[in-house]
């Protein structure tokens, strides 16, 4: 079976990384943050910045440019941290800006050649809007694949 008939239409929140834009499912964000003082702590990936405190909320943060490309972030005003609900935690993603909340229709998806000889389990496809591309993301994956999430996840806790 094709991804094309498993994936339904759905919304999506767009940002951008780079020059690129990119989509997650809606039901996977939980806010849009502007960028705040960031704790970072000793022994952690290059990606991982450290922690913050949203709505009294201990986070670990990740640059997600640097998740996917090794390049580091640097902030401007349009910076945002996006907050991520995953598996039981909450978790943000550092982007270049937050953009929009588009209908994605199943019938804009492609699935490129090279997206599956890559294997990048966080890939979902790519979505051909007029003159966009968007480049779609399942955030669980992609930190699944990234980050070590247990690591995260007592680091909160110990907090």
Not at 20 to 25: A, C, N, R
Not at 49 to 70: F, M, Y
Not at 135 to 152: A, F, Q, R
Request: no cysteine.
């Amino acid at each position: 079976m094709s991804k094309q008939m498993v994936i339904a239409d759905f919304k999506a929140l767009v940002f951008k990384v780079g020059e690129e834009e990119y989509g997650v499912h809606i039901s996977q964000v939980v806010s849009i943050e502007r960028m705040q003082s960031i704790m970072p702590y000793p022994n952690r990936p290059p990606h991982v910045l450290g922690v913050t405190t949203i709505r009294n909320v201990v986070t670990p943060i990740v640059d997600l440019r640097a998740a996917l490309t090794g390049e580091t972030l640097q902030p401007g005003d349009e910076t945002r941290i996006i907050i991520f609900q995953v598996n039981s935690s909450e978790i943000g993603l550092v982007v270049d800006a937050a953009t929009d909340v588009l209908d994605i229709m199943a019938n804009t998806i492609q699935y490129p050649n090279l997206l599956e000889k890559k294997e990048v389990s966080y890939l979902e496809g790519i979505s051909k809007l007029e003159e966009r591309l968007v480049i779609l993301l399942n955030v669980e994956k992609l930190l699944e694949d990234t980050t070590n999430l247990d690591e995260l996840r007592e680091l909160k806790e110990a907090l």
